[in-house]
């Protein structure tokens, strides 16, 4: 019942994210000129990820490459691409489901990434 009702709810957002509704948002909305456009991306291997991403996981790399568990890092690139983030998608907001691992820089520390990225945008901006 919990997942029916999950899909339910999240079916309008996933079909806004395939490849055919990004590209037609891409044709339909064009850059700012007076916005500067920067991206990062995440990503873990397959077998590194928790259990609720894994499988996405796996699907992902096996047709797009490097992911987080959601986004491969291909599709996270927009404007000036900074950066690969050694973190699963959930551990970019703050949520780790899998077992701390200093090896792996698990969990990520996504306070730390915002927080130098507010500052480097403030810095910046002056």
């Known amino acids: 019942m919990c997942f029916r009702l999950m899909h339910f709810i999240s079916t309008p957002a996933v079909n806004d994210l395939t490849s055919e509704s990004c590209a037609r948002f891409n044709m339909e909305i064009s850059n700012r000129e007076d916005v500067r456009y920067c991206s990062y991306a995440s990503m873990r291997s397959p077998a590194d990820m928790p259990f609720i991403l894994r499988s996405w996981g796996n699907r992902i790399a096996a047709h797009s490459g490097d992911n987080d568990g ?53 810095e910046n901006h002056s």
């Open 70 to 122: 959601m986004v491969p890092v291909a599709s996270a690139q927009w404007g000036e691409f900074r950066d690969v983030l050694q973190a699963d998608h959930f551990e970019l907001t703050g949520w780790s489901f899998a077992w701390p691992d200093a090896r792996k820089a698990r969990p990520f520390n996504h306070l730390q990434f915002y927080l130098n990225l507010v500052r480097e945008l403030t």
